[in-house]
């Protein structure tokens, strides 16, 4: 468990590295937001797997999911022998050479194709011009402008476990089984198919209505949604059976909700707001975040539900917490998300660094270009 945590660490902060870097700024937002949606394609496979091996009384109940684990291993270790390293890694390394290579491999472009040319010398000269201000530390990246940044990607990748979707994730089945549901195993499949097909829209609306817009109507769905299904499992409890209709329907709402705008997006927002310099230090960092409240969630959680001395046996009503922290996403994304849609990473530097407001981020037109 620990050697696959160490790997689930690693490419959880180099993957989205790796597609923010390679893809063009028209379509980043979907590329990089493939990657929740193969987040979701591994929880509704675990989950099935799981209902599968849930009755066995052997070993096998828990050395099959794990051993399943290795397929998915050999796809990327596959997989990666045939990718070209990121062009802007190579800038950063002066391997100028290999950069337009791998650039034209990506872009399917020859290296002498004037949009390639274009795309490289603005990432040169971008390049340079970080190089010029001095190589950039741990300590760097709490510094100024890019502290400011750290912040906003350790906040939205902290916000985005605090909405309570693996809660549902972790503990639904215990939860249902608690709140009376007949077959809790059955609906945990359900919510993870929902969780699938939900991240589709996300995909097309990221670059349609943007970073923002879309985080900003995932934070207000899910709010609405936790906070009826805390009110319908309070006020009825366990023993109506419409209540608990209800409180499946808007759970899967809700899940609709997270998987098309936060899930995806908070990946999106955090592979491309940081400069070259530091773009790897920091997403270790906020990817860091993401699994310090997972790991904190997951812990506290039994604590918060169950029944029994030591115990705060909250029940539905911890969905009050889930929809107050719902609340505070509007809030933090109103006044720290900027919209990035359309911009290459470069811009996207241009634009933190001239405009103050994240609300004023739609007027931004880049000034700097490189001919």
Same mark, same amino acid.
Request: proline share 4%; aromatic share 12%.
């Given at each position: 468990?620990?050697? /696959? ?32 949606? /193969? ?85 040169? /000269? ?9 190589? /950039? ?136 707001? +940081? ?44 969905? +009050? ?13 109103? +006044? ?36």
């Amino acid at each position: 468990r620990c050697i /696959a945590g160490l790997g689930v660490g690693l490419i959880s902060a180099m993957i989205p590295l790796y597609q923010s870097e390679t893809s063009p700024k028209w379509i980043r937002g979907t590329v990089v937001g493939a990657y929740q949606l /193969a987040i979701t394609i591994g929880l509704l496979l675990a989950a099935i797997v799981n209902n599968a091996t849930a009755l066995r009384n052997d070993s096998g109940s828990y050395r099959i999911p794990i051993a399943v684990q290795f397929l998915w291993s050999l796809i990327i270790c596959g997989g990666l022998l045939l990718l070209p390293e990121t062009p802007r890694f190579l800038v950063k390394q002066d391997k100028h050479e290999q950069a337009a290579k791998a650039l034209s491999v990506l872009r399917r472009l020859d290296v002498t194709h004037p949009a390639l040319v274009e795309e490289l010398s603005e990432i040169e /000269a971008n390049h340079r011009y970080e190089m010029s201000l001095e190589k /950039a530390s741990y300590l760097d990246c709490f510094r100024g402008n890019i502290g400011k940044r750290l912040l906003t990607g350790c906040l939205l990748q902290g916000l985005q476990q605090l909405t309570g979707v693996n809660f549902i994730f972790y503990y639904g089945t215990q939860y249902f089984q608690n709140a009376g549901f007949e077959d809790p195993f059955i609906i945990s499949v359900i919510t993870n198919c929902v969780n699938v097909f939900s991240t589709f829209p996300g995909l097309y609306l990221v670059e349609k209505l943007g970073r923002r817009n879309l985080l900003l109507l995932g934070a207000s769905g899910m709010a609405v949604c936790q906070f009826i299904v805390a009110i319908t499992g309070t006020v009825a409890g366990t023993t109506d059976r419409a209540a608990q209709q209800a409180a499946i329907a808007f759970v899967c709402i809700y899940i609709y909700f997270f998987a098309s705008t936060w899930g995806p997006v908070a990946w999106v927002v955090t592979g491309e707001i +940081f400069p070259l310099k530091v773009r790897a230090k920091c997403l270790s960092m906020t990817t860091a975040t993401n699994w310090l409240l997972n790991f904190g969630i997951a812990y506290a959680t039994p604590y918060m539900v169950r029944d029994g001395p030591g115990y705060a046996n909250l029940q539905s009503k911890v969905f +009050f917490i889930w929809g107050g922290c719902c609340f505070i996403c509007i809030i933090f994304t109103w +006044f720290l998300i900027y919209e990035t849609k359309g911009l290459s990473l470069e811009q996207v530097d241009e634009l933190y660094q001239t405009v103050n407001k994240a609300w004023q981020s739609k007027k931004f037109r880049p000034q700097i270009s490189f001919h």
